[in-house]
T-cell receptor, first 111, second 115 residues
Framework: GNSVTQMEGPVTLSEEAFLTINCTYTATGYPSLFWYVQYPGEGLQLLLKATKADDKGSNKGFEATYRKETTSFHLEKGSVQVSDSAVYFCAYNTNAGKSTFGDGTTLTVKP | GAGVSQSPSNKVTEKGKDVELRCDPISGHTALYWYRQRLGQGLEFLIYFQGNSAPDKSGLPSDRFSAERTGESVSTLTIQRTQQEDSAVYLC?????????????FGPGTRLTVT
C-alpha cells in the first residue's frame, strides 16, 4: 500500500552542522511531495514541495529533490541553526486527493 | 487573512461520552482533511472532503467516528462513546484544491483526553 518512511529520530546536531533527513515513499503514479515542519508550540506548516520528478523544492536554506528512480525526497540543509529545532514531516499527495504523512523526525539543534 | 481554526483547543471527557470537534477552514478552500496525531506519532488520515463530492472516509477507525461538512465551510468530527485510545490531537487542514501540488493549511488542533 501507499506509505512514507522517514529517518527515525530524534536527531541532535550542533549549530552549523549539515542536516539530512531521509524520506522514501511508496505510491502509484506521480505524487506531489512535501516537507512540513512543526515548530514547538505551533501548528504544522509547509516547508517546501516538489510536484514532478527532478524538481527541487527549497525554502529557508532547506532543499529536497524529487527522485523518482529512488522514490526519495530527502531533506537537507547545509548549516542548521538553533531555530531549526522542530519536528519535520515528509508527505505526499496523490492526484485523487488523499495525503499520506510520515511519522515525523524530531530535530534538536544545540548552540 | 484568517487561517484554519479549530475548537475547542482542549477537551477532557469521560469514557463513554460523545464529543464534537469543529473546524473552520480558510474561506474558498474546497478540500478539507481530518487527521489524528497520537503522542509522538505521525499523522493518521481520517477523512477527506472535496467540494460536493462524496467524502473519502477510508481512514475512519471505527463506526464511532463520523464527520460532516456543510458545503465548503465548517466541518464537525464526532466521536461517539469515546474510549481512552481516542486520546490524541485531532488536526484539521484545508487546501485550495484536490491533492496534487496543493499544500494543506493546518489548524492548531484539538487535544482530546478521555479519562
Amino acid at each position: 500500500g501507499n506509505s512514507v518512511t522517514q529517518m527515525e529520530g530524534p536527531v541532535t546536531l550542533s549549530e552549523e552542522a549539515f542536516l539530512t533527513i531521509n524520506c522514501t515513499y511508496t505510491a502509484t503514479g506521480y505524487p506531489s511531495l512535501f516537507w512540513y515542519v512543526q515548530y514547538p508550540g505551533e501548528g504544522l506548516q509547509l516547508l517546501l514541495k516538489a510536484t514532478k520528478a527532478d524538481d527541487k523544492g527549497s525554502n529557508k536554506g532547506f532543499e529536497a529533490t524529487y527522485r523518482k528512480e529512488t522514490t526519495s525526497f530527502h531533506l537537507e540543509k547545509g548549516s542548521v541553526q538553533v531555530s531549526d529545532s522542530a519536528v519535520y514531516f515528509c508527505a505526499y499527495n496523490t492526484n485523487a486527493g488523499k495525503s499520506t504523512f510520515g511519522d515525523g523526525t524530531t530535530l534538536t539543534v544545540k548552540p | 487573512g484568517a487561517g484554519v481554526s479549530q475548537s475547542p483547543s482542549n477537551k477532557v471527557t469521560e469514557k463513554g461520552k460523545d464529543v464534537e470537534l469543529r473546524c473552520d477552514p480558510i474561506s474558498g478552500h474546497t478540500a478539507l482533511y481530518w487527521y489524528r496525531q497520537r503522542l509522538g506519532q505521525g499523522l493518521e488520515f481520517l477523512i477527506y472532503f472535496q467540494g460536493n463530492s462524496a467524502p473519502d472516509k477510508s481512514g475512519l477507525p471505527s463506526d464511532r467516528f463520523s464527520a460532516e461538512r456543510t458545503g465548503e465551510s465548517v466541518s464537525t468530527l464526532t466521536i461517539q462513546r469515546t474510549q481512552q485510545e481516542d486520546s490524541a490531537v485531532y488536526l484539521c487542514a484545508s487546501s485550495q484544491g484536490q491533492g496534487g501540488g496543493y499544500e494543506q493549511y493546518f489548524g492548531p488542533g484539538t487535544r482530546l483526553t478521555v479519562t
